[in-house]
């Protein structure tokens, strides 16, 4: 909230024609009312990107269509038109339909002479029901590196907005806070052209709308929720009482189950499913294979809303081997395994703050190459870090695989001659163990409670995690969050529904009870002092 000066003096101005020791106690009461009832209006600032009045400013690509519309009462809007693509082969799938836009020459949108500063970027967007979710990409730099970000779409006209923090990095140089003003393009697309299966989908033909692209800043954050005990104790209480329990596994190649006989029936999370039915007696429980070969952290993020939060109700989200794929870049960048981390990091705290499922990182992506035994030692402990910190649950494959030596494992589980990151269906069904027993050692620890407090964004301190999260309470250490504030937001961005007339794009703030009336109280109290001071002096 930003109080006005002039509001402040002119409670005080008035507050003198009333007598004696009430003026002050007047100039309270008169700011406490005017606060209730008038609110006090601040214009963000904004950059924009493009009205989309029209389509001759943006490129399509790759079966992408874009044409012209109308938003009621704003004018022009664009509808972005997606088509249907083939799941392809494992780590195909071929190029992304997008719709680009690019400034003139390539050059940053942020003006050159600008010291304003953004803290993420707005949007207008309306669905027609054929998607639930959208994703927009910013390219930025010399080195042309990207950043991409999942949104909603609803059938309702409804204005988006994406912190920095939730741009999950292609090329690991440095979170979106540190390089928007670098931005030249912005392209919408669907991130990837394939989805989980055995065989692999592709995605559905979608469409959605969109208007008035802009950055801004004054973006509220919420918190990010971190539970206390093991993080995944309403799936435990739910398996324990036999109830319906649905688990997602989001990864890569690993995961999905290259290289084995049979992908679908061999894979370590095909195989947890068989132990955990097995354990608890009953086969209400689901453990759905939502890994896709290639992919990395910015894929993931972008799939998010279609493997994971499209199949809702889901207990437990766990996370696996998108490390190995972010790696082979990130290895060469100064700082890359902290900028892996950190991109999980922000995907944790998508799905924290989304709500209602619980968390699990699988350790893993272990490089099993003579001489090169230790290359994911780094990435591994600083995600490992992020999860003690977060209080994110972990099953240690990584730890317990690399405990057994390079030259047992090329013998027993990484048998396809040349390749030191999938193993066979042995090394398969050692992983769903180790996954399995973190799970059991669970069951019987003592934290309980899905209340806890709230974390400020989680630092990457800590120590390594190894086979189960440590509980305790929130940390406050240094955010790596994209703004430097450590709030959050609603399922892969801020969302905000507005009615038809609120065309506007600048944020307003409304006086009300507690903190606002604080500021209030105290402001008006030290220019009664201030003014009695002058009187007693004079």
């Given amino acids: ?6 509001t402040t003096t002119l409670a005080c101005v008035l507050a003198q024609r009333v ?4 003026q002050c106690f007047f100039a309270v009461a008169l700011l406490l009312a005017c606060s209730m009832v008038s609110p006090v209006k601040v214009h963000a ?3 924009s990107i493009n009205a989309c009045d029209s389509t001759a400013e943006w490129t399509i690509a790759n079966g992408a269509g874009l044409s012209a519309t109308t938003r009621p009462g704003a004018g022009g809007a664009l509808v972005v038109t997606m088509p249907a693509t083939v799941g392809g082969s494992p780590g195909g799938g071929g190029p992304v339909p997008t719709i680009t836009r690019d400034n003139v020459n390539q050059d940053p949108f942020y003006p050159a002479a600008s010291a304003q500063t953004y803290e993420g970027v707005r949007f207008w967007v309306k669905g027609d029901g054929s998607t639930n979710w959208g994703n927009v990409d910013l390219r930025y730099g010399a080195n042309w590196t990207e950043g991409f970000a999942l949104f909603p779409v609803t059938t309702a006209w409804t204005e988006v907005t994406i912190p920095w923090r939730e741009f999950i990095q292609k090329n690991f140089d440095g979170p979106m806070n540190l390089h928007y003003k670098e931005v030249f393009r912005i392209t919408f697309g669907s991130g990837n052209r394939q989805l989980d299966g055995h065989p692999l989908s592709g995605l559905p033909a979608h469409s959605y709308q969109i208007d008035d692209i802009r950055f801004v800043d004054a973006v509220t954050l919420a918190t990010t929720p971190k539970p206390t005990g093991t993080g995944i104790q309403n799936t435990i209480a739910k398996l324990v009482a036999k109830q319906p329990v649905k688990i997602v596994v989001m990864g890569a190649s690993i995961s999905w189950g290259l290289k084995t006989a049979d992908p ?11 132990r955990l039915r097995a354990r608890y007696a009953y086969n209400q429980i689901t453990v759905i294979n939502g890994a896709i070969p290639g992919f990395n952290t910015f894929e993931g993020a972008c799939a998010l809303g279609w493997i994971t939060y499209d199949r809702q109700p889901v207990d437990l989200l766990m996370v696996g081997d998108w490390i190995y794929n972010d790696y082979v870049d990130a290895q060469f960048v100064t700082n890359g395994a902290a900028e892996v981390a950190r991109n999980y990091e922000y995907i944790f705290g998508m799905v924290r703050r989304h709500g209602g499922i619980e968390l699990m990182n699988i350790q893993s992506g272990l490089n099993c190459e003579p001489g090169n035994f230790d290359l994911m030692d780094a990435p591994n402990t600083a995600i490992a870090d992020v999860c003690t910190a977060m209080n994110i649950f972990s099953a240690n494959v990584y730890g317990e695989f690399k405990a057994m030596g390079q030259p047992w494992l090329t013998a027993n589980y990484y048998t396809f001659a040349g390749d030191y990151a999938h193993y066979n269906i042995t090394g398969h069904a050692k992983a769903a163990q180790i996954v399995f027993d973190a799970i059991v050692a669970a069951e019987s620890s003592t934290g309980t409670s899905t209340s806890g407090s709230s974390t400020t964004g989680a630092s990457t301190s800590g120590s390594s995690t190894t086979g189960t999260s440590t509980s305790g309470s ?3 250490g240094t955010s790596t969050s994209g703004t ?5 937001s609603t399922p892969g961005s801020t969302t905000s529904a507005t009615t038809p007339a609120d065309t506007g ?3 307003s703030t409304s006086c009300g009870l507690g903190s606002g009336i604080g500021a209030l109280l105290a402001m008006a109290s030290l220019a009664c002092a201030s003014r009695r001071r002058r009187r007693e002096t004079a």
């Fill in 45 to 47: 600032a904004e950059l």
């Fill in 505 to 507: 794009g600048a944020a």
């Fill in 484 to 488: 430097g504030t450590t709030t959050a």
């Fill in 474 to 476: 929130s940390t406050t």
């Fill in 1 to 6: 909230m930003s109080l006005r000066p002039q």
């Fill in 19 to 22: 007598p004696g020791r009430d």
């Fill in 264 to 274: 679908a029936a061999d894979s370590w999370p095909t195989q947890l499913q068989a």
